[in-house]
């Protein structure tokens, strides 16, 4: 796509410096600005860049006045960061603005789509599904049968979405998650062995929320797997049957969350955490990367460590940790000339 920079001043509402014709069709930082793309200039530590960038067009604020001669055409607005975002965000929209179905592809004759829907090649949709208006499914992707997903919702490519999945409004689900597989119910038998238990629940996503690439979503045993409004979750996290996580939390790549656990409104969630089942996890919490939770968490803790402590009780312990050997040999030496 192709866009000239008068095109780029209406969407922004800026005034345009240099050559209103000039086109771009790709964006780039300003320090590797090439001919034909589109940057910008917010943060004053790259302004030096603006002289020798081959940008052919950047976004400036309304307050930028060049010291030397610049090739580039200059759009100047009243937030450069703000409007290069806005452009981002339009220029998503603008890229992934399909419609219609392609073949080939697998469609229950029991299937129910809204308008203006997008169906990639090699997609299947099962019996009983229902798709809502501006839904983008992208080739590759598996949805079972009695699965709903309501509006403005994007399913990229080589996502599997099982039986009895209920998607909101504007959620994103990238590749390669899969939502609804049987949770990790098992039961002992007497030789030792393991019965595996039926998992008949689904799983719910409320409106708006993100799913990173390779997550996955586990079915409840019974009842539903529930993710509130907002939730953003990173690539590669785990979440496992019963789980429910509460509005507007977040939740970094590889963590893991076990069974039946639920997690409250507004929490921060570091990389790599694992969080065992059958506990709750207050409002507003905040849990460093790499910390374990075992524990029922009080609303606006703040914890870090395997087990985790309060962030300040960490903290301070590990001044201790770190001079562990010292400290050892102080006391032995203390214990020696005791008896000298």
């Known amino acids: ?104 592809s697998h469609i229950s004759k029991s299937t129910k789509f809204g308008d203006n829907i997008y169906l990639g090649a090699f997609s299947y949709l099962g019996d009983n599904t229902k798709i809502g208006n501006n839904v983008k499914i992208f080739p590759n992707v598996y949805i079972g049968d009695n699965v709903a997903i309501g509006e403005d919702t994007i399913v990229f490519s080589g996502a599997k979405i099982y039986s009895d999945t209920i998607i909101g409004n504007s959620c994103v689900i990238n590749s390669g998650v899969i939502i609804g597989a049987d949770g990790f119910g098992f039961a002992p038998n007497p030789d030792g062995s393991y019965k595996k238990i039926p998992q008949i629940g689904n799983v719910i996503l409320e409106d708006n929320v993100d799913v990173g690439a390779g997550t996955t979503i ?32 977040v939740i970094a790549a590889q963590s893991g969350v076990a069974g039946s656990t639920k997690i409250g409104e507004y929490c921060q969630i570091g990389g790599q955490v694992g969080i065992a089942g059958h506990i709750t996890i207050g409002n507003n919490v905040k849990i460093q990367a790499q910390s374990g939770i075992a524990r029922n968490v009080k609303d606006n803790e703040i914890l870090q460590g395997s087990p985790a402590l309060a962030l300040n009780d960490y903290n301070k312990s590990y001044v201790h940790f770190k001079n562990l050997p010292k400290i050892v040999k102080n006391i032995n030496d203390l214990e020696k000339n005791k008896w000298e």
């Open 218 to 249: 586990d079915r409840a045993t019974m009842g539903s797997t529930v993710i509130r409004n907002g939730v953003k979750l990173d690539n590669q996290i785990q979440i496992a049957h019963n789980v429910e996580i509460g509005q507007h939390t």
């Open 1 to 104: 796509m192709k866009f000239t920079a008068q095109q780029i001043a209406g969407i922004l509402e800026g005034d345009i410096v240099g050559d209103p014709d000039v086109e771009v069709s790709k964006l780039s930082k300003i320090e590797e600005g090439v001919q034909g793309s589109l940057t910008f200039l917010s943060n004053p530590k790259y302004t030096q860049y603006i002289y020798s960038t081959r940008a052919s067009v950047t976004i400036v604020n309304k307050s930028f006045v060049p010291e030397n001669d610049i090739g580039t055409t200059l759009i100047k607005v009243e937030d450069a960061y703000a409007s290069f975002t806005k452009l981002l965000e339009y220029y998503n929209i603008a890229k992934l603005n399909k419609v219609g179905i392609e073949e080939p």
